[in-house]
């Protein structure tokens, strides 16, 4: 995790107890990032807590600065700020208008990182505050490669099924694939692992980490220098990855 996104973090749980969000449901928020594995922002989302669109206004009112979605077309800028920027100060080029470029940020009140990109890129930078949830999308989209990594085709088959997941690992969206696993016989972990360092060698994964949490087990691949997580399996079958 960058420090970026740990600041972020931090300050999205500073944000949302000085803006009166009830204790008991960021009690609930909080209890379901240590059930899960993901972030405070995901699981406010996926708790239905609040939109979006809420999470930006808390936000803009805590930095004092506008918090908006990271559109489509800045995909079309990834070019402008180098990647290694990208992935260590959470920052998104959004938009062009004349001389002035409109710069994502994980902490819109870093002036050492915009003028630091106002210096490599040339343009005057307007800094806005982006969502956690949607800068990782954004980075897990514009990864080489991305979009490659799949669910694990060789286990289509296998006895596996799909738990409430939001999203599959191939649409290259930051939700996660949930994986059943606890009754899989052994050559059905032996086709995952398998399966699994398939997928490592074709995306140019660096690392793998399975990591146990207190409920779950999540797997996650270091990719472009950042680690996303791909499944959550249950945490019986620990044992038979490692």
Do not use: W
Not at 26 to 34: L, Y
Not at 42 to 68: D, G, H, V, W
Not at 139 to 149: D, L
């Amino acid at each position: 995790m960058t420090a970026a996104l740990k600041q972020f973090k931090q300050e999205v749980e500073t944000a949302l107890e000085k803006s009166g969000f009830p204790p008991e449901e960021f009690a609930k928020v909080k209890q379901a990032a240590i059930d899960n594995g993901l972030s405070l922002t995901y699981n406010i989302f996926k708790l239905n807590l609040m939109t979006p669109e809420q999470l930006c206004e808390r936000l803009a009112s805590y930095y004092r600065k506008p918090f908006i979605p990271v559109p489509q077309e800045a995909k079309n800028k990834i070019n402008l700020v180098p990647r290694t920027m990208v992935l260590r100060y959470g920052v998104v080029a959004l938009n062009i208008d004349g001389r002035v470029l409109t710069l994502g940020m994980l902490n819109p009140k870093d002036l050492e990182t915009a003028d630091s990109v106002s210096f490599l890129t040339g343009y005057e930078v307007n800094p806005v505050g982006i969502l956690e949830t949607d800068f990782e999308k954004f980075v897990e989209e514009t990864a080489p490669g991305a979009g490659i990594v799949g669910p694990l085709e060789g286990l289509k088959n296998a006895d596996i099924a799909g738990l409430d997941g939001d999203g599959q690992s191939g649409d290259a969206s930051q939700e996660q694939t949930h994986m059943a696993l606890t009754n899989a016989s052994d050559s059905t972990i032996q086709k995952f692992i398998r399966s699994m360092c398939a997928d490592g060698l074709t995306n140019r994964v660096s690392d793998i980490h399975i990591e146990p949490q207190e409920k779950v087990l999540l797997l996650r691949y270091r990719v472009d220098g950042m680690l996303r997580t791909v499944f959550r399996l249950p945490l019986a079958v620990h044992s038979q990855l490692v």
